[in-house]
Each structure stands twice: as C-alpha cells, then as structure tokens.
C-alpha cells in the first residue's frame, strides 16, 4: 500500500471529493483525519467503514476559516497519529453566486476566506510538524476560465490557490512536493446547487469524455499526486474535466 505508516488530514471530508479521497487514502494505508463542517453523517460513516477494516481514523467539525478550529485538527492529529506527511486542502465553496456589480464587500471576503484563506491557515499550521511530504490542493477549472456567472468572486480565490501551489512548491521544495487540482464538471452537491440541470447535460453531450466526472475520479488523482509515484510532479495545476478545457 502507498501510504502504510504515514497520516494524513483530509479538510472537506464529510462528502464528495473530500469524502472519496479519503476512503481511497485509507485504504492505501493512511491513517485519516477527517475535517467536515456541516456534513457529519459522511465523515462519520466514514470513520466507521476506515476502522472496521483495520484502518485508524477520526472525524473532527471545524470552520477552517477560524485559526482556534485549524489549530484543533492539526493538534488531534498529532495526538493521534504522531505525524502529517498528506494534507489535502479540499474545504471550499461558490457560497452563492453573484455579480461583481451586485457584490457586498462582506462576500467578497467570505468567498476568499473559504476557498483561500483556509487554505493558507491549514498549510502553515500543518508546516509547523511536516518536514517531508505532500500538499494536494483543490482549485478548480474556474480558475483557468474565469467561472460561470456570478463566480468571480469564487474564480479569483481559485486562481489564487494556483498560483499558491507554484509558490509553495518553490518554497517548500524538495522535501515537500505541493500540487493542485482543477476539477471542472464533477457529479457533487456543489454542482447540485449552483449548476442548472440543463448546463450539466449540456456538458455531457459536448464534453470529449461524454460524461461528467464522480468524486472517485478525483480521488484517484489526489492520491497519485499524494504519492511517491508522481515524485517527479510539483507546482502543477492539473486539469480533470473530461477534455471541456485544455490548458
């Protein structure tokens, strides 16, 4: 297994991407912190599915734009595994979607603090006890095109997580490998609630790969990136959206 005796948190957890890429982390051997913020019921299953097979892993709530509620995970990580060597910032969100015209300043920020502050705050308290390892970060196509309507504010943090991932890979390289994925059309809650039925057959029919993609699509890319199989990959962006975009 890939990742036998090594530990790794898994922030958005409870669901989806998060939820997929950490039963497939488990079951290469990792043992799994699990961060969820409304989505309990997941990241709980999960926990039972990961320790019933032999595996050790917890489920901790926590609002990762708040420095109390990341400092936490990372702590009972430590205390329960002894180690990080994977953290996968996958917590985020669209949270509504609205034109710059319309924009309150307060979703601005909230858009940001999601998507990139998080990000920022669970990569430097997860530094502070990692000297080898992986960072996997989740951006997102609409940091490559600029979002559908109303995403700015959502595009602009993504974009950003990108060009974080390239600085960190300078700054954190060798001894830690930092990359990032930009998913576009996969089958999740978030498309659930923010994309139009219509736009998703839409895509269906026109996209290469004539499908949209599932959470296990994207966990399958997380942990390659997570492992020693792409220790030669660093400071990419990589796009998996079934050829609708080509960078």
């Known amino acids: 297994m890939k990742f036998t005796g090594q530990a790794a948190i898994v922030t958005g957890g409870g669901r989806d991407i998060g939820l997929a890429a950490a039963r497939k982390l488990a079951a290469e051997g990792a043992s799994v912190a699990i961060n969820y913020f409304s989505s309990g019921d997941g990241a709980d299953t999960a926990v039972q599915e990961i320790t019933a097979a032999g595996g050790k892993a917890?489920?901790?709530q926590g609002d990762l734009t708040k420095p109390a509620d990341v400092d936490a995970l990372v702590a009972k990580a430590m205390d329960d595994f002894g180690r990080i060597d994977v953290l996968v910032n996958n917590a985020g969100g669209l949270i509504a979607r609205k034109k710059v015209a319309e924009m309150p300043l307060e979703h601005w920020?909230?858009?940001m603090d999601?998507?990139?502050t998080s990000?920022?705050?669970?990569?430097h308290a997860c530094l502070q006890h990692m000297k080898t390892g992986t960072i996997v970060n989740l951006a997102s196509q609409a940091g490559r095109d600029g979002g559908g309507a109303g995403a700015v504010a959502y595009a602009a943090s993504k974009g950003a997580v990108m060009t974080?991932?390239?600085g960190l890979a300078k700054e954190l390289g060798p001894d830690i490998r930092v990359n990032a994925l930009c998913p576009g059309m996969i089958d999740t809650d978030f498309?659930?609630?923010h994309t139009p039925d219509a736009a998703r057959r839409g895509l269906e029919a026109n996209a290469p790969a004539r499908r949209q993609g599932i959470p296990e699509d994207t966990a399958n890319l997380i942990v390659f990136l997570a492992s020693e199989d792409s220790g030669f990959i660093t400071g990419t962006n990589i796009d998996i959206n079934g050829g609708m975009l080509f960078s």
Do not use: G, I, K
């Open 164 to 166: 974080m991932t390239r």
């Open 191 to 193: 498309h659930n609630v």
């Open 119 to 123: 990000t920022f705050l669970m990569t």
């Open 109 to 111: 920020q909230a858009v």
């Open 58 to 60: 917890f489920a901790l």
């Open 114 to 116: 999601l998507n990139l």
